[in-house]
């Protein structure tokens, strides 16, 4: 069974362009979640969808940022127009139905974001 | 604010030695306590985790030590080995789901 998937591995774009996360979860689970890990410093939650459902948004930084669930299958997360301090690694996390809390969740390799 | 702290951030160990990574947390709504292990390249993933329900867990050579009054949990990591080499993460979750990481711990097992 595959896994999380992420693309892509790597993107390096300048200064206000725009760029396009994609995440493919793991089939069936409802729960996607979208983590940022900035240089050196902690993973921290960005948002959660449940199906094509936001959640809970309370992590995305600032009205740049567009996450979008289609279908409640795969998602992207959209940044627009990119500042220097979104780069980072990107990860996108998925999980079963249920309990969101009880459940593991399994995270993708990530996509590194270079802003230059 | 920073809900759960980790330290150290790097840590050399060697072979067969021991290796304790801490973590304390700030909020006592939190339920689940996971530990993730990433390797270069990779996703984290989940290594083992513990309730408060219960103040030690044990898997193999990685144990959980839990001490809810005092908000802390720590990862031992017995008989290190150079394929322990990793970030290890701590993390704290509630029945929103969320996790809530620490900052990441830099291992390194010399052998």
Request: proline content about 5%; charged content about 20%.
């Amino acid at each position: 069974e595959a896994g999380v998937t992420q693309f892509p591995s790597h993107s390096v774009i300048e200064k206000g362009q725009t760029v396009t996360l994609r995440c493919d979860p793991i089939s069936g689970h409802d729960n996607l979640y979208w983590y940022r890990r900035v240089m050196g410093k902690e993973i921290k939650f960005l948002l959660h969808f449940v199906k094509e459902s936001k959640q809970d948004e309370s992590g995305m930084p600032n009205n740049r940022f567009l996450a979008e669930r289609t279908g409640g299958t795969y998602s992207t997360l959209k940044v627009q127009p990119a500042e220097l301090e979104d780069s980072g690694v990107y990860f996108c996390a998925s999980s079963q139905a249920g309990l969101a809390g009880k459940n593991i969740q399994y995270f993708g390799a990530g996509t590194r974001l270079s802003v230059l | 604010q920073q809900q759960v702290k980790q330290s150290p951030q790097s840590l050399i160990v060697q072979k067969g030695g021991i290796s304790i990574i801490n973590c304390a947390y700030e909020n006592t709504a939190f339920d689940y306590f996971p530990w993730y292990q990433q390797f270069p390249g990779k996703g984290p993933a989940l290594l083992i985790a513990i309730r408060p329900d219960v103040s030690e867990k044990k898997e193999g050579r990685f144990t959980i030590s839990f001490n809810k009054s005092a908000k802390q949990f720590s990862l031992h990591i017995m008989d290190s080995q150079p394929g322990d080499s990793a970030t290890y993460f701590c993390a704290v979750y509630n029945q929103g789901g969320k996790l809530i990481f620490g900052q990441g711990t830099e291992l390194s097992v010399k052998p």
